[in-house]
């Protein structure tokens, strides 16, 4: 669990708690699934998947910069923020050089992006443009999304649906429905990631109007939809074998008693201790993923 600091951190230390590495599964592993199920699909292209994990993270990184200009300047993240620090609220990192690191970050996660554009044509474009609009608008510009509540649907459409859809078609040039399907776990999980997060925030939110989904609904039904969407996730491997796919996939029911864990401290943490909800999220997510993946990948292996 990231924790606050009480001294001025390193330059190292200050970048890395923008970043925000224990959210970065989040980007990591739909592009994972994908290129296994491309894989198993017999269409893999290893510098396009390892293209389209460079540009996911990018883009994700490149978000959470873009929130803390916006949030400092929105007045969301206080001295009362229950979460970890945020370096440009907190004066580590100024706003200027944020600024500055966050345009160069999306110009070089653009032109990287040209190749897969090289491939997929359009399609993948305008995914690309759509992923760098929404890293600014998610809370920047005069509506963002962060404040309305929708926050949530494009995490799912964008850390689901785009980011596994996407990364299968610029390998594979086809997007079968079993793959849309597949993207619906890593969608759901990284949704509960930031319910967690805005449970834990909701009072300090509501001060300033950020309305996220949890601030609007309350944290009872803000916990429900996170058990629903676990649900969701672990009933997307039993559609795969269903559709063709080998049992296998079913390798990634192995990580349910960590998710039940999670559920179970989801509801007994408040506050604060909410944090190590979050990590675990992001590790349920990443443990589904892999095992989800590796049994796509076992018929390579063992027919």
């Given at each position: 669990?990231?924790?606050?600091?009480?001294?001025?951190?390193?330059?190292?230390?200050?970048?890395?708690?923008?970043?925000?590495?224990?959210?970065?599964?989040?980007?990591?592993?739909?592009?994972?699934l994908?290129?296994?199920?491309?894989?198993?699909?017999?269409?893999?292209?290893?510098?396009?998947?390892?293209?389209?994990?460079?540009?996911?993270?990018?883009?994700?990184?490149?978000?959470?910069?873009?929130?803390?200009?916006?949030?400092?300047?929105?007045?969301a993240?206080?001295?009362?923020?229950?979460?970890?620090?945020?370096t440009?609220?907190?004066?580590?990192?100024?706003?200027?050089?944020?600024?500055?690191?966050?345009?160069?970050?999306?110009?070089?996660?653009?032109?990287?992006?040209?190749?897969?554009?090289?491939?997929?044509?359009?399609?993948?474009?305008?995914?690309?443009?759509?992923?760098?609009?929404?890293?600014?608008?998610?809370?920047?510009?005069?509506?963002?999304?962060?404040?309305?509540?929708?926050?949530?649907?494009?995490?799912f459409?964008?850390?689901?649906?785009?980011?596994?859809?996407?990364t299968?078609?610029?390998?594979?040039?086809s997007?079968?429905?079993?793959?849309?399907?597949?993207?619906?776990?890593?969608?759901?999980?990284?949704?509960?990631?930031?319910?967690?997060?805005n449970?834990?925030?909701?009072?300090?939110?509501?001060?300033?109007?950020?309305?996220?989904?949890?601030?609007?609904?309350?944290?009872?039904?803000?916990?429900?939809?996170?058990?629903?969407?676990?649900?969701?996730?672990?009933?997307?491997?039993?559609?795969?074998?269903?559709?063709?796919?080998?049992?296998?996939?079913?390798?990634?029911?192995?990580?349910?008693?960590?998710?039940?864990?999670?559920?179970?401290?989801?509801?007994?943490?408040?506050?604060?201790?909410?944090?190590?909800?979050?990590?675990?999220?992001?590790?349920?997510?990443?443990v589904?993923?892999?095992?989800?993946?590796?049994?796509?990948?076992?018929?390579?292996?063992?027919p």
């Open positions: 669990m990231d924790s606050t600091i009480s001294t001025k951190p390193s330059a190292l230390q200050a970048w890395l708690l923008a970043i925000r590495p224990k959210t970065l599964p989040a980007g990591a592993v739909p592009i994972i994908a290129s296994a199920m491309a894989a198993a699909d017999g269409g893999f292209r290893l510098f396009p998947a390892l293209v389209a994990l460079v540009c996911a993270l990018g883009i994700q990184i490149a978000t959470n910069f873009i929130n803390e200009i916006y949030d400092f300047r929105k007045g993240d206080t001295s009362e923020r229950l979460g970890p620090t945020r440009v609220a907190a004066g580590i990192i100024t706003e200027k050089t944020m600024i500055r690191v966050s345009a160069a970050l999306g110009i070089s996660v653009f032109l990287l992006g040209l190749y897969l554009v090289a491939i997929g044509g359009w399609p993948i474009l305008l995914i690309g443009l759509l992923s760098l609009l929404f890293a600014w608008a998610y809370t920047g510009g005069p509506w963002p999304i962060a404040y309305s509540g929708l926050g949530d649907l494009f995490v459409i964008f850390f689901g649906l785009v980011a596994v859809g996407g299968y078609y610029v390998q594979s040039l997007l079968p429905a079993p793959v849309l399907v597949a993207a619906a776990a890593p969608g759901a999980f990284s949704v509960n990631i930031l319910l967690v997060n449970i834990r925030d909701i009072d300090t939110d509501r001060k300033v109007g950020k309305m996220t989904l949890p601030a609007r609904i309350g944290a009872s039904r803000a916990r429900m939809l996170y058990v629903l969407l676990t649900v969701l996730a672990y009933a997307v491997p039993l559609f795969m074998v269903r559709s063709g796919y080998s049992a296998w996939c079913l390798l990634s029911l192995l990580s349910l008693p960590l998710a039940i864990g999670m559920v179970r401290k989801l509801y007994g943490s408040e506050g604060r201790a909410l944090n190590q909800v979050l990590a675990g999220t992001g590790k349920v997510l990443t589904h993923g892999l095992l989800f993946s590796a049994g796509l990948l076992v018929k390579l292996f063992i």
